[in-house]
């Protein structure tokens, strides 16, 4: 069994700067990905940053997001600056295997305020 632990999230002025973390416990061996996802009231769920052999983020966090990952302390992180309100959003943390199974924490909620 997988445990995805987050924390960071919280209520931000436009502008600001908050920081994801994400640490990983159990049965943790073979991670092909760890990554962060994001949904807002009304919307699907979206593919915000992603952190394997290289690293994938979503068009509208480009330049403003930084996904990292420390392998000894197994945590997937998200520095996210220059936050709009259009960020707000549960976000959730997953974790990728290499025989295709995923685990998701149980999400942490950023507010942006305008």
């Known amino acids: 069994q997988v445990q995805l632990v987050e924390s960071g999230g919280g209520l931000v002025p436009a502008g600001g700067s908050l920081r994801l973390s994400c640490a990983a416990s159990g049965s943790i061996w073979n991670i092909n990905a760890m990554g962060w996802y994001r949904q807002a009231p009304g919307k699907q769920r979206e593919l915000v940053a992603s952190i394997s052999d290289s690293t994938v983020y979503a068009d509208s966090v480009k330049g403003r997001f930084t996904i990292s990952r420390d392998n000894v302390k197994k945590t997937v992180y998200l520095q996210m600056n220059s936050l709009k309100p259009e960020d707000t959003a549960v976000y959730y943390c997953?974790?990728?295997?290499?025989?295709?199974?995923?685990?998701w924490g149980k999400g942490t909620l950023v507010t942006v305020s305008s």
């Open positions: 997953n974790v990728n295997f290499r025989n295709g199974i995923n685990y």
